[in-house]
């Protein structure tokens, strides 16, 4: 694998601050060594950046890529499967589909991460995985490893989509009762298990010889649910209307959840709560419509009082091909008031601490992959574009070479 140096822009470390004229050394696929006067081994093929900002990928926190497929027909997606309020045991793994073009165009965005999982339409949808944005033959080139996490809803969506079969859950109350049922009976099925070891413990002390415990059968709901118990999983609880929120926080202090606020579109108005419990939010897409009642007090305000309030923030476009705008998004919302640096992290360091990937992306540190975005201007600038995006020290994007669409693609990528 080439040593890469990219010398010469403006490189935005996100933790580091920012060096003017900086240099980025990649070797072997990571960060070699970032800072003002880096001396390059002769075998380093030096990339000219002069002029240009240079920063990690960018990362959008929520996403359904690969699993509401493009183009967009009942054949391609995949991501609720609305005939059980309670999947746990769904992946979102088992329904990406490598070759869907939205990871392409994502790239001519800087975007080299996303999380992409399972909809909103039940309780407890499934795992959502990171996976970066090289399209292979295979998911597992794509995903990073033990990035999964569970995907929950509260408020109108399952509500919605159970209320209308007249079928649990159809209240708000509904909703919380699920959850919560499902989470008791994974702590049972959990606590089968400690009485089948100790009971083995026991008898293989009275006998002299080893007992092997009698466990319960293998249950794959629960199973999983287990996991987000032992907090091994976070729980990306979907939440828009403030009370929404706060029952996700209720239910999490309940359980000991390791949980993540998705959305959080009332979160402006319960935010010194959310951050004296420290809980963190992804907000967006910051582009709503009022499609539904719950959306009814959206403000482009919200990011910016979370985040000054103390809340960590990622900002999520929640979509496929148009995670391409997530840069946009984060622009627009500096102008409402979000910090320019909270902006920045909100998109890289702050989403993959989210996410769970932080010990290998979000920020132009020594050790970590690669993934590296060249712009020729301010990142959220409407007037700037991606030049160049590296992912795990190998060049995925060129936009010289994006200019003209691809045989049987109809318009242009970038």
């Known amino acids: 694998m080439a040593t890469i140096a990219i010398k010469g822009g403006k490189v935005l470390t996100i933790t580091q601050g920012t060096i003017e004229g900086g240099t980025v050394l990649i070797e072997d696929g990571k960060i070699k060594a970032v800072g003002k006067d880096i001396e390059l081994p002769p075998e380093a093929e030096v990339l000219d950046a002069t002029g240009k900002w240079v ?21 391609t997606i995949d991501g609720n499967e609305m005939t059980d309020p309670v999947t746990p045991h769904l992946r979102a793994i088992d329904a990406i589909n490598p070759a ?34 090289v399209p292979g033959r295979a998911v597992e080139d794509m995903v990073v490893p033990g990035s999964e996490s569970m995907k929950m809803a509260l408020g109108e969506n399952p509500k919605r989509v159970y209320g209308s079969q007249k079928k649990f859950p159809m209240t708000r109350m509904g909703n919380a009762a699920a959850l919560r049922d499902a989470l008791v009976k994974a702590r049972t099925y959990m606590e089968k298990f400690r009485r089948a070891e100790e009971e083995a413990e026991r008898e ?20 999983m649910l287990a996991k987000c118990l032992r907090r091994e999983f976070r729980c990306r609880i979907h939440a828009h209307r403030a009370d929404d929120i706060l029952t996700a926080l209720r239910i999490a202090e309940e359980f000991d959840l390791d949980i993540a606020i998705e959305h959080a579109t009332e979160g402006w108005k319960v935010a010194d709560i959310l951050a004296a419990k ?3 939010c992804t907000v967006g897409p910051n582009d709503l419509f009022r499609a539904k009642l719950e959306l009814e007090d959206f403000t482009l305000a919200n990011a910016g009082i979370l985040a000054k309030a103390g809340v960590k923030i990622a900002i999520q476009v929640d979509g496929v091909s148009n995670t391409r705008w997530l840069p946009v998004h984060a622009g627009v919302l500096v102008r409402f008031g979000l910090p320019e640096e ?34 020729d201007g301010h990142p959220f600038c409407t007037f700037t574009r991606c030049e160049k995006v590296f992912i795990n020290g190998e060049e995925v994007f060129d936009a010289r070479k994006a200019d003209m669409p691809e045989p049987g693609r109809r318009g242009c990528q970038a």
């Open 100 to 133: 869907d073009p939205a990871f392409k165009d994502t790239l001519s965005a800087g975007v080299t991460a996303a999380w992409t999982g399972p909809g909103s339409g039940n309780v407890v949808g499934g795992t959502g995985v990171v996976v970066k944005l």
């Open 342 to 375: 909270e902006a920045l992290k909100a998109v890289t360091i702050n989403a993959a601490e989210i996410v769970g990937v932080a010990d290998r992306m979000g920020s132009l540190e020594p050790g970590k992959d690669a993934d590296i975005a060249i712009f």
């Open 55 to 75: 920063m990690p990928g960018l990362i959008d926190a929520h996403s359904h890529m690969g699993i509401f497929g493009e183009p967009a027909t009942e054949m």
């Open 278 to 280: 420290k809980i963190p």
């Open 204 to 223: 293989s002390e009275e006998k002299g010889t080893k007992v092997e415990p009698k466990y319960p059968d293998r249950d794959l709901k629960m199973e």
